[in-house]
DNA sequence: GCCTGTCTGTGCATTAGCGCACAGAACTCG
DNA sequence: CGAGTTCTGTGCGCTAATGCACAGACAGGC
């Protein structure tokens, strides 16, 4: 595993002492994947374990009947995704996809597995971060069914800038829409609001946000509680 | 454990071979419920995972800070609760509930973690029945961005009614719809649509189905697919 | 048996969000 | 540079869902 600058890697992995870390190193992969790739596809069998670094997100897709792809959670270099929380070789139930590239380790989930028991600091740690996943999951649930599509716009589009650590997503309108669940017409309203009072920049293909603490204020607070439970149980979410 | 008629026992459990649940037996307790108990609340350590058994459901509840609890996933016999996905003793995010109350097995999470390591049946189901619980709140978040509230209700009561083996539901329209996260009125003349086309009728406190496979037909298929994927990774919900 | 509190069913006005349609803007490629 | 394609912004009509209000129904206690 290279040594690389700190913001260009996994939070998670950097929670755990250096001997720790050094005893993953060896089984770590460092891959490519540009925004678009599939990490998983529902049905087909997971056998590595991601950790997104640098800017890198993703999020976990779930695949409607009436033909949507609705989003469940983002995940970026505060996480990892596959296998975190079964820890076996089991059929993937969601999709996975990439939605901003970068540089990405990753372990096979034998050596994972292996490490989590022989090392009590590697399991103890993805065990804490699957805790977290399920308040992230738990709070989504919620979130989708009492907030309104703006606050729950506002807070992806906080999460995310958060996630990758600069403000511009690169996303059509289109994307967004059908990744929230929503009508396109509307998503696009709720995105002109915000213009309007200057919160972000729209361009083709593209949103930059301009003041993420007015935003933030215009979303709900589930993000917070996530933080909360991240911060209760791993120490923060970077 | 006392050995009691089939449907009295709790499905996870059943799945073990004779001699792993005998391993579990010894560490397991059985204790009583009544609708209304709570399991877990936020913020406390979980130091007990429960097995429901018998016609006893129970849901995870999101505190919301508009002072409604939603209700996230529903649990019967076919699962477990706490302790499930992460597996140390941990603070609570969620609050969980005895919708239906009844009797329990459960067992310290210092015994059910001794025993996933040391028996690997054990761990292999607790995995796959993770790796469930995933599934369901995946398809919760992306039902409840897409679908209406009627899919949604008959939905839930569908799943209900099945978990329970038996067609009524004790709760107030009130309850049912707080936890929904809906508006009381609503869900009423929801109810109002479901009984004028004869699938369930309305008393005082509570809910009877009486045509589940109408209703099925009125709900969403997020529980089908659900169900497929408690087939492919454990055979089966019961 | 009546009184009290809670629960249900429904009317009404209002907002949130959908879906379609279309025009103009912005990229892409030859 | 021009043609074709995709994306964005917005008008319009409509349905889903909210929130409040209130009357009648039901249950439990005394």
């Known amino acids: 595993m290279d040594v690389m600058a700190l913001n260009n890697d996994n939070a998670l992995l950097e929670r755990l002492e250096a001997h720790d870390r050094d005893a993953l190193s060896s089984a770590l992969e460092e891959v490519r994947f540009e925004s678009g790739a599939v990490l998983y596809e529902p049905g087909t069998n997971i056998d590595y374990c991601y950790f997104p670094t640098g800017s890198a997100i993703c999020s976990y897709f779930v ?3 009436e033909g949507v792809a609705v989003e469940t959670i983002l995940i970026g270099r505060e996480g990892a995704l596959g296998g975190v929380v079964s820890h076996g070789n089991l059929p993937a139930f969601a999709r996975s996809n990439v939605l901003h590239g970068g540089l990405f380790q990753r372990i096979a989930l034998r050596d994972l597995d292996r490490l989590k028991r022989d090392n009590p600091a590697v399991g103890h740690l993805m065990n ?9 999951v738990f709070q989504s649930i919620a979130c989708n069914a009492v907030h309104t599509i703006e606050q729950r716009a ?3 589009l906080v999460a995310a800038v958060a996630r990758m650590g600069r403000p511009s997503v690169t996303m059509t309108q289109e994307q967004l829409a059908s990744m929230m669940g929503v009508g396109r017409s509307y998503a696009s309203r709720v995105l002109q609001r915000f213009k309007r009072d200057g919160l972000l920049r729209t361009r083709r293909g593209g949103i930059e946000v301009l003041d993420r ?7 709900c607070s589930c993000n917070d509680h996530v933080d909360a439970h991240f911060e209760r149980v791993l120490g923060g979410l970077y």
């Open 128 to 136: 804490r971060y699957s805790d977290c996943v399920m308040a992230q």
């Open 213 to 219: 603490d007015g935003l933030a204020k215009r979303a």
């Open 63 to 65: 695949e409607m009947d």
């Open 154 to 156: 506002a807070k992806w």
